[in-house]
């Protein structure tokens, strides 16, 4: 097993490493990071205090980490880091999962992709001085950058001068006004071109693509990214970026060298990208399998909890609570197990008329997975049965949870509740 550190580990790049990688029996991950973000709700093992990557003395930060935590591999999840990583990657006391240099420096930089790329027709015009503009709107973004930061529609000579003014390094080029894609891809340690994926980017927030869905792979943007892999020399995990201009034509907005944050998309049809990636890393042949069903991925916001309460036992009612509307609570029998992997005790106390060990049976519920099953008459109180006090106890009904709370003096949850109990730390 070979220790992963991703770094930095609270970008969404970072994420979707993380999702790609925590159920492998090859790895142990862990994550670095710099700020105090969403790493500390998800990572098992993470290490604080990193420097930024632009600070002097961020690599002997990195290498006193890798020797004491006997890291096997640093895995870049943001642009600058992979730019630094690559860099200097000789001088690194662990293998660096990330693109040679050249190549990273180039796609970093717009204006050196654009000049790279200048004699290929999948580059959009770039124009050199406010005089070369003929027709507006154009588009100005930054010559390094990602997402969508600082990148503008101008829609005048008066606005594009304004902009220059504020930022005279700003790459104008012309206004794409068609549909937007990126494409995923993986080449291997040999230089071959492996995996062309297209996905659409449906709805962009904060230059990030929330809804994308995999599209059939024309011969157009297959020959693009034929041409960018014999151009460049990548190894593992890319993708570029391309928009249709005003004639339907593609035209290139930008490469990267690293996973894109939903790249999950492909990943969920059976390319693990991140894993083809270390195995090739590794030095081993990767074989692909590729479902290949329609996919599409929508992102939003997901919110994940600490609670600052130890506790040892978990009580639980059945009806209405661990079996709803018929069927097995989802979330409360995956708690259910994570609290069992924690060594926590689960106790079911149930006011259930019937048989309730039938009721478990039928439900494909294991009698195993509990500590005891109390039958309650209906004339006792749940309450009474409860007696540690390093408890929670888990009810539908409001009136138990008041009667546990007031009495017991222990946290008690609803089931919109649960997901405050999920531990995400992998």
Known sequence: ????????????????????????KFVEIYGGTSVSDHSDFVYKNLIKGFPFVTEPDFIDFLNDIIDREKIDCVYPAHDSACVILSKYASKIHAQVIITEYNTVRICRSKAETYRTFRNENFIPQIYESIEMVKEYPVFVKPE???????????????????????????????????KEYTVDCFTDRYGRLRVVKLRSRERIKAGISVRSQLIELDGEVKKIAEKINKRLKFRG???????????????????????????????????????????????YDVDIIDNNYAMTIDRAFHSVYKIGYQYEHVYIDFDDTLVIKGKVNIDLIKFIYQAKNMGKKIHILSKHIGNIYEELRKYNISELLFEDIWIIPMSK?????????????????????????????????????IEALIDWRM
């Open 381 to 417: 109180e749940k309450v009474a049965f409860i007696k540690e006090k390093n408890s929670i106890f888990i009810d539908d009904s409001f009136e138990e949870r008041m009667k546990v709370h007031n009495k017991c003096a222990i946290p008690v949850f609803d089931l919109d509740m």
């Open 1 to 24: 097993m070979k220790k992963i550190l991703i770094f930095p580990s609270g970008t969404e790049i970072a994420f979707e490493i993380l999702n790609a990688l925590k159920y492998s």
């Open 144 to 178: 390094i950058g990602q997402g969508s930061i600082g990148a503008k529609k101008i829609n005048s000579e008066y606005d594009l001068k304004e902009a220059l003014r504020l930022d005279d390094s700003l790459i104008v080029c012309e206004y794409l006004p068609g």
């Open 237 to 283: 995990v890319w993708f570029f970026q391309i928009k249709r201009d005003k004639g339907e034509k593609y035209r290139l907005m930008e490469i990267s060298p690293r996973i894109p944050g939903t790249i999950g998309a492909s990943r969920n049809l059976g390319i693990n990208y991140a894993v083809l990636t270390l195995f090739d890393f590794w030095g």
